[in-house]
């Protein structure tokens, strides 16, 4: 594959990626796709099949970026707390990024091309379905080791802990962009978020003091 070639798909992938994130799936249309990446539309059907094509290419680009960071954030040489924070540190920073580009919260890209598709279009919501399960493993990784830790009780379901996980930082995000306000999230989210893992944040801060 020619160098010419692979910009040109990335060049649509990039803009349909900017396009999705600041407005929606059905907001953006092939021909504003084309003219912001200023690609000609024939060239367009050359790399994709369909607008929908384009779409779960995107999101397969975008998990393979969130991958890269969550291999690190996700390691098995952090402690499983840090792994959570860490992750809290990024979706925020990831939000507070864009949002200065764009001018707007914009929430999960993920989340807003599923709930938008997935009744309509089964490629799409596989697609969904099989991010949400990649996350969700990182998830359950990171609670595994917290429950060989100690720090959660035995009788947790991993499995389930895990998508109420995924389902909460989820919600946050929309709620984010129809507020237009990351406020909350760098407030509360970390809090939030241990409460519903049932991990005492203050007593183990407490620990390090004392220890």
Known sequence: MTKATVNTRDK???TATELIWSESYNAVSVDEIC???G???GSFYHYFKSKSHLAMETMSSCMEETKLKYDDIFSPT?????RFRGMVAYVIGQQKEISEQLGHVC???FATLGSELAGQDNEI???VTEICAKKTAYYESALRDLR???LIGKHIDISGKANQIFSFIIGQLIMARINNDLAFMENNLEAALFDLIGVDLSLLD???LTG
């Open 12 to 14: 649509l992938i990039q």
């Open 35 to 37: 003219k912001k990446a």
């Open 39 to 41: 690609v000609k539309k």
């Open 78 to 82: 952090r402690p499983p707390i840090e």
């Open 107 to 109: 929430g999960c890209p």
């Open 125 to 127: 919501a596989k697609t």
């Open 148 to 150: 060989a830790q100690g």
């Open 206 to 208: 407490q620990e390090k």
